[in-house]
């Protein structure tokens, strides 16, 4: 008899649909009631903010994929140059590819658009997108469904498209037409966008911020999601794994991968895996190797040679920092370095502890900046 081949559940990379979305009910129920709802109903408009790997993006893909389920449509787009340009175009049906059919409204023509990729004029692209959206909708609403359009990494976006998107939302909403907008992205996204006057529909939005998901929910998800492939995780074991994600999505799928890989490497034989201790802690070392890497790496790469050096600075307690401790570590006034203290709680890399104190808001930063503080220095011309 051939063995089947069981693959490793877990998905820890960007954008991958984990074996379980674990502590998102609410926030699922939220959007859910926004469909059932109709128009006008808070979910049908809505901002996800997290850090980087909190499941910003799974949840827009799980968004649609709830939305599907009811015959609605469904457009994803992620910011950047030309995102208008891009909505517009894939609002524009291709030839043979007509679930509806579609006819060029008379103002889309009459501005010189053709269908066939034209760039519209950027005064006008508000109006064109509108009703490029409008027409959409009459061929969904007679068949009693809708339109789903999610925005992904929302803090990148240009702002002349945001101003075509927002005047879209503003009149359709105003219409009552069957739409649901959600835009995720960072935190900054929200000091970027809502004290912009033209971004009033943003602040309307409902806003869902991803945190960290409670552990007794990923001990839970971490015990079925190795039962589902025949292994057991229990006892010590499983309270290793579970502490070591720190509640963090992403870590949840790193730990959960590389603990389930050392346990079949380690047992090749055995029927059925049970995970020991060494399995577990060899695990957690991998998936923390792999974190620093995707997460803490590029984090950092994004962040000016300042910012660094109030981290490293941070990165010498073992707890909260004191932030008057830090300006005098960095050699800086309070004032200065209380800047550099509001960049990085907004970038959502640290966060307030009470009065004075700060901490870091990404898990395994502080030890990340700890082993890597010579290269750090070296790389971005930092001298003390
Ligand atoms: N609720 C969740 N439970 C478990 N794993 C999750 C959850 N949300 C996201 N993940 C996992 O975390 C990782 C990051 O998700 P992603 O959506 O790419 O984050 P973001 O877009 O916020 O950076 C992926 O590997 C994904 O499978
Ligand atoms: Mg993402």
């Given at each position: ?20 979305l ?9 959007f859910?009631e926004g ?7 808070p ?8 850090a980087r ?29 030309g ?14 590819n ?5 006819e060029?409204?008379i ?11 034209v ?6 692209m ?11 909708l ?31 939302i ?14 995720a ?8 966008w809502?004290?912009?006057?033209v971004?009033t ?15 007794a929910?990923?001990?839970q ?31 949840i799928q790193l730990?959960?991968y590389h ?5 079949k ?13 060494e399995?577990a ?15 803490h790496?590029?984090e ?6 300042i910012?660094k050096?109030?981290l490293l ?11 008057s401790?830090?300006?005098?570590r ?7 370095a209380?800047?550099?203290?509001m960049?990085?709680?907004e970038?959502?890399?640290i ?15 502080r ?18």
């Amino acid at each position: 008899m051939t063995k089947t081949r069981i693959t490793n559940p877990f998905k820890p990379s960007a954008g991958h649909l984990p074996p379980v979305l674990i502590g998102r009910d609410i926030i699922l129920d939220d959007f859910q009631e926004g469909l059932d709802n109709g128009s006008g109903a808070p979910g049908r408009l809505m901002r996800i903010t997290g850090a980087r790997g909190t499941g910003k993006t799974v949840m827009l893909a799980e968004f649609r994929r709830m939305a599907e389920q009811q015959g609605w449509q469904t457009i994803s787009e992620t910011a950047s140059a030309g995102m208008a340009q891009r909505l517009l175009e894939k609002l524009q049906p291709k030839k043979g590819n007509l679930s509806f059919s579609f006819e060029p409204s008379i103002s889309v023509m009459s501005m010189g658009g053709s269908l066939g990729g034209v760039h519209y004029e950027k005064s006008r692209m508000p109006l064109t997108l509108r009703d490029a959206m409008s027409e959409r909708l009459d061929a969904l609403e007679k068949h009693d469904t809708g339109l789903l359009v999610t925005i992904d990494e929302a803090q990148a976006a240009d702002r002349d498209d945001m101003v075509a998107i927002a005047t879209t939302i503003q009149h359709l909403t105003s219409e009552d037409r069957n739409i649901a907008f959600v835009f995720a992205g960072l935190p900054s996204m929200t000091s970027k966008w809502l004290n912009d006057d033209v971004m009033t529909f943003l602040r309307r939005a409902q806003p869902e911020r991803l945190g960290d998901v409670p552990l007794a929910e990923v001990s839970q998800a971490f015990t079925d999601t190795f039962a589902g492939t025949g292994m057991v995780l229990k006892d010590t074991p499983l309270d290793l794994a579970t502490q070591a994600t720190a509640g963090y999505p992403f870590m949840i799928q790193l730990v959960g991968y590389h603990i389930w890989r050392v346990a079949k490497r380690h047992h090749p034989q055995d029927a059925s895996i049970t995970v020991t201790v060494e399995d577990a802690e060899a695990g957690v070392r991998d998936a923390l190797s792999r974190l620093g890497d995707t997460v803490h790496g590029p984090e950092l790469d994004g962040l000016s040679p300042i910012d660094k050096t109030y981290l490293l600075a941070m990165a010498q307690d073992d707890g909260p920092s004191s932030t008057s401790t830090i300006a005098e570590r960095m050699g800086k006034d309070a004032r200065y370095a209380s800047m550099y203290r509001m960049r990085l709680i907004e970038a959502q890399v640290i966060e307030e502890r009470g009065y004075g104190k700060v901490d870091f808001a990404i898990p395994y930063l502080r030890e990340y900046l700890r082993e890597h503080a010579a290269y750090i220095r070296m790389t971005t011309g930092i001298v003390e």
